[in-house]
């Protein structure tokens, strides 16, 4: 069957809308179904479904129903500011999606965080993508009708919120990471609180697995639906455990490590399948290397501060008047001109930040690229010749987050 000739109002200024039921070519019918926008559901996205009977021959993606202007925002805000505005694109995985950012204005000030402060980056970035992972499969599990699925990963991601606002102060958009080092350092009873968050975390998951993992009607709708082979997933440009479940062996902790990755050993989780289910089982393994990344972590955690000198230079009161002080130097720095990029490893894959400086506190412009964008059309593409209730299945089988996209 051939594109369909879309029965939408493109006039200028007007919303899409369906008029009705459309000739398709070559003599088939064809219905098209609007999904979305509706929270819980899609999400704040909609997609265009050609069907033929319950058989999805077109996806087009329809993004953008909450696009924040970060890019824009970025070029009136103080660079010390921008962290905060960044994080909202991705809130569960706040601390991986912030991290490029602070690798980027880290070249243009001319700082290096202290060890301390790359093992901290480190352990919670890794917490971070647990929690990630969790809120994923929890919406799969509801998209598919398991609700237990859903309530047991929502229960155990507020264990983690508590955590990260014993460590940081906030549950959910924490702001940790700053140029230079973080915002705040860790105590005993902090460390001692993840350890015991990871052994609940190992204790559940084992039962979510039987639950829902190994559940017979799970693997049915997972199986063999929505496949992307490397060959395509390469030339669609997909990320992060996506990618991986289709046998692209990437990674940016080990392809281009920061922080104290280079350090710690672990192994980058692949399947081959390509499918619904292989892209639930890399996240899913994915906890457990990311528990054992946080254990190294914390194990190996050096002593001494979490700023870099260069800031403590600055300003001698920082003994006494703590982070408040240290951030208040930010107001007199200024990045150097020029071009400043970096990437990081997020929970749903590389997110890439590119700054222009010009010498003031104000970025020129700025670029960034986050996985769901970067995913979108392959999630598009896997839905193609499956059965319209398989479409819930893929859509959460890809993680899709439409805030992360829309930026």
Known sequence: MQRAEWPFNLQFGNTFYVQNEEELRGGERGLVVVVGPQHPGSGHMRLFVVLDGDIIKEVVPDPGFVHRGVEKLAENRPYWTLIPLVEKASIMDSMNITLPITLALEKALGLE????????????AELSRIRTHLYDLALLGIFLGHSTA??????????????????????????????????????????EAVEKLLR?????????????????????????????????????????PFARAAGIDHDVRKAAPYDAYPELDFEVVTEKAGDAMARVLVRWREMYVSMDIVRQALKNLPEG??????????????????????????????????????????????????????????????????????????????????RLADMPAVYMSFGYFPPEADR
Do not use: C
């Open 200 to 240: 609940k975390t190992e204790e559940k998951l084992r039962d979510f697995k039987t639950v829902f993992l190994d559940n017979p009607v799970t693997k049915a709708r997972l199986e063999g639906v929505g496949v992307v082979d490397a060959k395509r997933a390469a030339e669609l440009g997909v990320v992060g």
């Open 150 to 191: 859903f309530m047991w990963g929502f229960a155990l991601m507020d264990l983690y919120a508590e955590v990260f606002a014993k460590i940081t102060g906030a549950r959910t958009t924490v702001a940790y990471p700053v140029p230079g080092g973080v915002r705040r350092d860790v105590k005993r009873e902090h460390i």
């Open 113 to 124: 965080p202290p060890p301390r402060a790359k093992y901290l980056r480190t352990a919670m």
């Open 305 to 386: 501060d979490v700023i870099d000198q260069a800031l403590l230079f600055k300003n001698p009161e920082y003994r006494r008047e703590g982070m408040g002080g240290v951030l208040g130097v930010y107001t007199y720095m200024y990045p150097e001109p020029g071009e400043y990029a970096a990437v990081a490893e997020a929970a749903r894959g590389a997110t890439y930040i590119h700054l222009w400086t010009t010498g003031t506190q104000r970025v020129y412009r700025m670029r960034y690229v986050t996985p769901s964008w970067r995913n979108l059309k392959a999630m598009a593409e896997a839905m193609r010749g499956e």
